[in-house]
């Protein structure tokens, strides 16, 4: 059997009746992902949330986040984003011993046959992210302690820019080009997942795919123009699911989140449905 990764991503979640940018629930819209997850037709191994898992930060977030995702039957990786306090997720989530007792938030974990590397992009109190010489030491000598098998690289700010220029603007400003030479060096890194974006977007970097995924609620507006105004769309939500394949392969399937009608048969009686 393939193992199997859900990635979901950029969740901020509020108190419970309390609406993100005076607007919009995100709630119902992660018990919607988090029903999609658990009706895929193979069970995932484990799923890793890129951040921005919480809007404020506060407990009683975390709280309300704890419920949504209590029907997960699977192990559950949770990583700060920049919407995120790093101290009160640890206090949130005392059950979750890899998140360590302070500092960034970085571990590594076996999620069947691959390597998962939780890479910390967060500057406190800041929009856009970082990466020092501590946090990419540690990546550099994580990867080479299981350069015999795959990993996948999980961060919430991408080292790439997008070409949405408010999005930019925060994203990850030092670092991005060690980063990058980091995982030159390292051809066992199948992909760098990102989060941040609420959209999907997928570069070549370092030899490898670096993506973001879309989020369970609202999408960031689709628009080039370096100087577009910043702006969300209700557009359909999503997750990326990775499959490591018999070669050591990872696939990444893009699913959508919620129910859909089907699936229909394409044949009968082993003709096509005409």
């Not at 939780?118 to 080479?144: F, I, K, N, P, Y």
């Not at 689709?222 to 939500?237: F, K, T």
């Not at 018999?246 to 959508?256: E, K, M």
Request: proline share 7%; hydrophobic share 40%; glycine share 10%.
């Amino acid at each position: 059997m393939n193992t199997l990764l859900v990635q979901l991503t950029d969740l901020h979640i509020r108190e419970p009746g309390r609406l993100a940018y005076g607007r919009l629930d995100t709630a119902p819209y992660l018990r919607r992902a988090v029903a999609s997850v658990l009706r895929l037709k193979q069970r995932p191994d484990a799923v890793v949330i890129t951040g921005d898992l919480s809007d404020f930060g506060r407990p009683a977030e975390y709280g309300h986040l704890a419920e949504l995702l209590a029907p997960l039957t699977m192990p559950v990786y949770l990583m700060p984003g920049n919407h995120d306090d790093r101290d009160q997720l640890r206090r949130s989530f005392p059950g979750h011993a890899y998140l360590g007792e302070s500092g960034f938030v970085q571990y590594s974990v076996q999620v069947g046959g691959l390597r998962l590397v939780a890479l910390d992009t967060v500057e406190h109190g800041q929009s856009h992210g970082a990466l020092c010489d501590s946090r990419l030491d540690w990546l550099d000598r994580e990867l080479a302690q299981h350069a015999h098998q795959p990993v996948i690289v999980a961060m919430h700010h991408p080292p790439f820019e997008t070409l949405i220029g408010h999005m930019d603007k925060i994203g990850l400003r030092d670092g991005a080009a060690d980063l990058e030479a980091i995982v030159v060096r390292h051809p066992n890194v199948e992909r760098v997942l990102c989060g941040h974006l609420h959209r999907s977007i997928d570069v070549r970097f370092g030899g490898t795919i670096a993506s973001t995924a879309p989020a369970p609620a609202h999408q960031v507006a689709l628009d080039l123009h370096p100087d577009a105004p910043a702006g969300w769309m209700l557009e359909p939500p999503g997750f990326r699911l990775c499959a490591l394949d018999g070669a050591g392969r990872v696939v990444s399937h893009l699913a959508a989140a919620g129910e859909f009608e089907g699936p229909y048969p394409f044949h009968d009686g082993g003709a096509v449905i005409d």
